[in-house]
């Protein structure tokens, strides 16, 4: 099994997820498109996050992380820091435990996923993202306040929560001859790569970044981890600088390639996913549809899993679908 089983995180902690975030994550539904497989030259099958609990992917992996907490833990609350999708799963999922929530979110992130985030009662503390560094803010707070730190992407408990996503897609179906994944920090692809190696081995796992936030199309290509100076791209769920520690090792292995994608072209798959599918579906969890109508993945593929990361949209963003 490419020897995964050997890496931060295994098939069994993705199977252990699965049952711990049944109290709050949702089984999401997967779609299908005769027009879009037309339209792409392949047979999609979208696995459809932007239907989540908090409208993403991100609730898998953070109440997989929270849950795991010890009751003094949770007293002494959590932190975390995010765009959006990561804080407000962190807020959702600590309020379901009674434990308090201290979010760091950028100056910039969009206006809808602050106010979710705050709406789960959590105390949010603004900051630069091109001037500041949120982990040095969020390690500060978490010495500070005995909080647990939960991070976006970069631990197993998190790996292993996002992965369950992959782990339902291929349940529902098996046969698939590849899987899409947006890569941000590496979270999500790195525990659905896991899940897709391990129950159909020969699938090929394809991730798909912005082209202004290309750090692990970097990294892969140079073999060590790069970091970028901070993306501005509409895909603000994906503006990570650089691959973690421990998910650039299971990209690098279990990866076919990524490619990458233009704003433009990830508010085309924006449209045709709100006008064909109707259902809206955030820049971050549009990039795979991106790749697919835009003619970017490689040829012969047949059956593709497309995971739509998430659906918090701002409302400016929604109105550049024209």
């Given at each position: 099994m490419l020897g995964i089983e050997t890496l931060a995180v295994s098939f069994g902690d993705i199977q252990e997820a699965s049952l711990r975030i049944r109290p709050i994550a949702k089984r999401t539904p997967v779609m299908t498109?005769?027009?879009?497989?037309?339209?792409?030259?392949?047979?999609?099958?979208?696995?459809?996050?932007?239907?989540?609990?908090?409208?993403?992917?991100?609730?898998?992996?953070?109440?997989?992380?929270v849950s795991r907490?010890?009751?003094?833990?949770?007293?002494r609350g959590v932190v975390a820091y995010s765009s959006g999708n990561h804080a407000q799963a962190v807020a959702i999922a600590a309020r379901a435990w009674g434990a308090p929530a201290t979010?760091?979110?950028?100056?910039?992130?969009?206006?809808?996923?602050?106010?979710?985030?705050?709406?789960?009662?959590a105390h949010i503390v603004n900051y630069d993202r091109l001037r500041e560094d949120r982990t040095a803010i969020g390690k500060k707070i978490a010495a500070e306040t005995?909080?647990?730190?939960?991070?976006?992407?970069?631990?197993?408990?998190?790996?292993?929560?996002?992965?369950?996503?992959?782990?339902?897609?291929?349940?529902?179906i098996p046969d698939l001859d590849a899987l899409l994944v947006p890569i941000?920090?590496?979270?999500?692809?790195?525990?659905?790569?896991?899940?897709?190696?391990?129950l159909r081995p020969g699938i090929r796992v394809i991730g798909v970044e912005p082209a202004d936030g290309n750090d692990t199309f970097l990294s892969l290509e140079q073999g060590r981890r790069v970091?970028?100076?901070?993306?501005?791209t509409i895909a603000d769920g994906l503006r990570s600088p650089s691959p973690g520690e421990l998910t650039f090792p299971i990209i690098q292995r279990n990866l076919e390639r990524v490619v990458l994608v233009t704003d433009a072209?990830?508010?085309?798959?924006?449209?045709?996913?709100?006008?064909?599918?109707?259902?809206?579906?955030?820049?971050?969890?549009?990039v795979t549809a991106a790749a697919a109508l835009s003619g970017k993945l490689p040829a012969g593929l047949g059956r593709v899993g497309l995971v739509l990361s998430g659906g918090n949209v701002d409302l400016d963003v929604v109105k550049e679908l024209k």
């Open positions: 498109s005769r027009g879009f497989d037309a339209a792409a030259g392949i047979q999609a099958f979208f696995k459809c996050e932007n239907l989540q609990t908090g409208g993403a992917f991100k609730i898998r992996g953070a109440s997989n992380f907490l010890s009751p003094e833990e949770l007293k979010l760091v979110m950028p100056t910039d992130a969009p206006h809808s996923k602050v106010e979710a985030t705050r709406a789960q009662g005995g909080a647990a730190l939960v991070p976006p992407f970069d631990h197993p408990w998190t790996i292993a929560g996002q992965g369950t996503a992959a782990l339902e897609l291929l349940e529902e941000g920090g590496g979270g999500l692809i790195s525990g659905c790569s896991i899940a897709a190696r391990h970091e970028i100076p901070p993306p501005a072209e990830i508010l085309e798959a924006m449209k045709y996913l709100l006008l064909r599918l109707k259902i809206l579906v955030e820049p971050s969890g549009a």
